[in-house]
Structure formats: structure tokens, C-alpha cells
């Protein structure tokens, strides 16, 4: 992956980086029909959809490049699969994995609920601790 090798090349996490992996990222099934590696212009978010009520509701898109410049500057982020990969490759640049693996999914998947929880949580009371211990 493109990221993955300009990382190992010394190349700082950039707004580049981000956007050259989202177009990857979504280069093809869900997601092909919009604008792979661009910004988000529509606010998405988790829905229950079996008690029709929203779980999370991510950064806005008229907040997201201030949230992204924040993000280098403290790098933290939750946006589902772009998020999973930054912290991926910040793991492995920090030397705690042995190497980068991109998906990840099918855990979050398996621990949907505790997932859904520790997201709300993160939402409601801005308690990031146990995010951080369930990623």
C-alpha cells in the first residue's frame, strides 16, 4: 500500500497520505459512486437500525478539515475505516506491531455491540480511554 511504503520512506502522516488511501479505500465497492480521496460533503453516521435510533455521529463535513489539521497536530481520529488504517500505521511506525494489518474489520464486527458502546461513550462523556483499550 502506498501509505505503508511512503511511511517507511520517512514521508510524515499528511493530508496527501489520508486522501491517497480513502481513494484506494474506496476506489471500489461501496463507497465507488462518491468521491474516492476527497473530504466527505454529506454527514454521516452508525444507526441502529432495528430501534431506528443513531448510535454516533462522526465529525461534520464543514468541520473536517479543521478536525484534520488537528489531527496532525494530536493525532487522534474514529472515522471508521480511514481511522482503523492511521492507527494501524502508527502502531507499526512506533515499533508496537510487527507489521501493518489493513483489516481489521471483521473484529469490530464480531464485538459489534462493545464496539457501538465504547463509540457512544466517546460521544457522550469525550472518554477516549476505553476506545483506546478496546482498539
Known amino acids: 500500500m502506498a501509505s505503508q511504503r511512503a511511511i517507511t520512506e520517512g514521508y510524515l502522516l499528511s493530508e496527501y497520505i ?3 488511501a480513502h481513494e484506494k479505500l474506496f476506489s471500489f465497492g461501496r463507497g465507488a459512486a462518491k468521491t474516492p480521496g476527497q473530504y466527505k460533503t454529506e454527514q454521516n453516521y452508525l444507526v441502529d437500525r432495528t430501534k431506528r435510533n443513531i448510535l454516533f455521529i462522526p465529525i461534520s463535513p464543514i468541520k473536517l478539515q479543521e478536525g484534520t489539521e488537528k ?15 492511521l492507527i494501524t500505521l502508527m502502531l507499526w511506525n512506533e515499533g508496537v506491531i510487527s507489521a501493518p494489518h489493513f483489516y481489521i474489520s471483521s473484529y469490530f464486527e464480531e464485538h459489534k455491540n462493545e464496539y457501538i458502546d465504547i463509540m457512544k461513550n466517546v460521544s457522550a462523556n469525550n472518554d477516549w480511554t476505553p476506545w483506546v483499550i478496546f482498539f
Open 18 to 20: 489520508i486522501k491517497s
Open 71 to 85: 489531527l496532525f497536530s494530536y493525532i487522534k481520529d474514529g472515522n471508521e475505516r480511514i481511522g482503523r488504517m
